[in-house]
């Protein structure tokens, strides 16, 4: 009797201290999941013929599982002659022949939802291919494509010869208008000059796109990735050069040398992305499911988070990409400011997002070396907001090096010897590393579309998944599971110890374990003191980086050493429970 009256008592004092216990919010899937980027081209080959395939990625879904991964965004699979390797779509409503067909994407949506993983697609509204049905009949003018690109006669130069309308410059560098010898006329491609721009102020056009998307939600896809939104729409007067922006170290050819005032995130953009809500909403009121929209954006963060009145659930952060980015010199202190760039500018009720790498950027471990991808999977994992996990980022995959004799990627060919490795996106599109066998088993052909880093034998998925050391795959399926608990999921977040070495923070919701996550991204050993930051004086190991010998051990928080890529999580035992 006296023992029931004391436990009552201290569960009233609980519920007091803890004032009312927050309702869990009411999280949709794209804000508990991991989105793990998939480039079909080199996930895994089923057909031996050395590219990635529809039908390789399905026989693979059990990774994601392994992983705790509740949605994958899937590149490009549709049909293309592939100048931009998929980016250049010849038709967006069928698959290309090297990734399978389109009951392969219905099994592979099937087969995700099965297994409670959501499909996020490529969305590429910007351009064609230059193969397009559309564009061939834009061409020979035949109704209603002839203004379905943007189109111009140009300048007359003083020998009566065309010349281009204005001195825009292409997002790979270089000439964005291309004469055309049978309609007589200049075409715009922001990118290479296989993909023609769509013209955005053809309502035709709109309709057409809308069409496109409305398609692949009939097909079962739970959300879209949107390519180069930037780009969509150009100025209408387009005879105006855009100024120079005197960005120092930046020769005439880069993108960069301009500010694209005509070109580049005009208010009309944001009606064309209202319209593709619009249609994905429709599909939303059927099954009640939210229909996820994500777009690819290099900006500001206030240029960035005004898409979120239009109809995006996400636009891409990617803050610790550029334009500072991750550099191989950043400690805790640059890290946390990278960091607090999404927290300070996100507007309220919004959600955050971080990404590390994508099919487009250096990969973290090009910049930080291999042995920090733990460190940064610890911090991309349980921050608070929606992780972006590129292929290969669960196991450290390096980048491998490519000649330029032997260079696909158009961006850094455009570049040149001299320059290309800046700019070839290559390196970070090796073959993802399954095992230690033949071609590390992601084809049976001898010559894969790129070569598989020479790495494999040691580094790859299955022999870190046999590990008896704690992997970088062990540790990462370790923190998706962790990011499933409330105060990771949707608890708040404050910065604790920060100095130049250490960047930490702890993550809690009331009723909830408090926990302290913290790394050393510095050069050197530190030794710290978080007591003031936490409600206790021990914390028990729930997850590190390897090197720490004991699990389950109880740690003294005034005097925590990490060496440099050493992270740990920590649960903060309360001052009550040490009693
Ligand atoms: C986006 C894609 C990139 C592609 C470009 C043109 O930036 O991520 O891979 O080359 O758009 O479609
Ligand atoms: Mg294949």
Same mark, same amino acid.
């Given at each position: 009797m006296r023992a029931l009256g004391n436990s009552?008592?201290?569960?009233?004092?609980s519920l007091l201290s803890f004032g009312h216990i927050q309702a869990k919010p009411d999280l949709k899937w794209w804000q508990t999941t991991i989105v793990y980027q998939i480039y079909p081209r080199s996930f895994k080959d089923s057909d031996g013929d050395g590219v990635g395939d529809l039908k390789g990625i399905i026989s693979k879904l059990d990774h994601f599982v392994y992983l705790g991964v509740q949605a994958i965004w899937l590149s490009p699979f549709y049909k293309s002659p592939n100048k931009d390797f998929g980016y250049d779509i010849s038709n967006h409503t069928d698959v290309d022949p090297l990734f399978g067909d389109l009951d392969d994407v219905? !099994?592979?949506i099937e087969e995700c939802h099965k297994r409670d993983i959501k499909v996020i697609i490529d969305f590429v509204p910007n351009h064609t291919s230059d193969l397009h049905p559309w564009f061939q009949a834009s061409i020979k003018k035949q109704e209603p494509y002839t203004d379905f690109y943007v189109w111009t006669d140009g300048k007359t130069g003083p020998d009566g010869a065309r010349t281009k309308p204005n001195n825009w410059l292409g997002v790979f560098g270089g000439e964005v208008w291309k004469w055309n010898d049978e309609r007589k006329?200049?075409?715009?491609?922001?990118?290479?000059?296989?993909? *023609?721009?769509?013209?955005?102020r053809n309502p035709k056009v709109v309709d057409e796109m809308n069409k496109v998307i409305d398609f692949w939600m009939k097909m079962g896809v739970d959300g879209i990735r949107v390519d180069a939104i930037t780009n969509l729409i150009e100025t209408e007067d387009i005879f105006q050069d855009e100024p120079r922006s005197y960005k120092p170290g930046v020769p005439p050819f880069q993108y960069e040398y %301009?500010?694209?005032?005509?070109?580049?995130?005009? *208010? !009309?953009?944001?009606?064309?992305?209202?319209?593709?809500?619009?249609?994905?909403?429709?599909?939303?009121q059927k099954d009640g499911l939210e229909r996820f929209m994500v777009v690819e954006f290099y900006d500001t963060p206030e240029k960035r988070n005004a898409y979120l009145d239009y109809g995006v659930h996400l636009p891409f952060n990617f803050d610790l990409i550029e334009p500072i980015g991750i550099r191989p010199e950043s400690g805790g202190r640059q890290i946390r400011d990278l960091v607090d760039i999404e927290y300070a500018n996100l507007p309220q009720n919004s959600w955050p997002n971080f990404v590390m790498g994508n099919h487009?950027?250096?990969?973290?471990?090009?910049?930080?070396?291999?042995?920090?991808?733990?460190?940064?999977?610890?911090?991309?994992?349980?921050?608070? /907001?929606t992780p972006t996990t590129y292929y290969g980022e669960e196991i450290g995959m390096e980048e491998i090096h490519v000649s330029f004799e032997d260079t696909q990627d158009p961006w850094g060919l455009n570049y040149g010897k001299e320059r290309y490795e800046e700019f070839s996106r290559d390196p970070c599109r090796s073959p993802l590393q399954w095992n230690d066998g033949y071609q590390s088993g992601f084809t049976t052909a001898n010559k894969p579309w790129l070569p598989v880093h020479p790495n494999y034998k040691t580094l790859n998925i299955q022999t870190q998944m046999a590990s008896n050391d704690l992997s970088p795959i062990q540790l990462y399926s370790q923190l998706a599971r962790l990011r499933q608990e409330p105060s990771f999921q949707y608890g708040d977040l404050f910065y604790s110890v920060v100095n130049d070495n250490i960047f930490s923070y702890v993550r809690q919701t009331e009723g909830? *374990?408090?926990? %302290?996550?913290?790394?050393?991204?510095?050069?050197?050993?530190?030794?710290?003191?978080?007591?003031?930051?936490?409600?206790?004086? !021990?914390?028990?190991?729930?997850?590190?980086?390897?090197?720490?010998?004991?699990?389950?051990?109880?740690?003294?928080?005034?005097?925590?050493?990490?060496?440099?890529?050493? /992270?740990?999580?920590?649960?903060? %035992?309360?001052?009550k429970d040490e009693l």
């Open positions: 009552v008592v201290t569960l009233c004092l219905t !099994e592979l006329q200049f075409y715009y491609h922001a990118f290479v000059e296989e993909q *023609p721009d769509l013209n955005y %301009l500010d694209h005032i005509y070109t580049s995130n005009l *208010p !009309e953009i944001r009606g064309a992305i209202r319209g593709w809500r619009n249609v994905m909403d429709k599909h939303s487009d950027r250096k990969r973290i471990t090009k910049k930080r070396g291999a042995r920090a991808a733990n460190a940064f999977n610890m911090l991309l994992l349980t921050l608070k /907001g909830q *374990p408090q926990y %302290l996550v913290t790394i050393n991204f510095g050069k050197s050993k530190s030794i710290d003191d978080y007591t003031s930051s936490v409600n206790g004086r !021990e914390g028990k190991v729930i997850a590190h980086t390897g090197n720490f010998n004991e699990q389950n051990m109880k740690i003294d928080l005034s005097k925590i050493v990490l060496k440099p890529d050493q /992270g740990l999580v920590l649960e903060v %035992l309360s001052n």
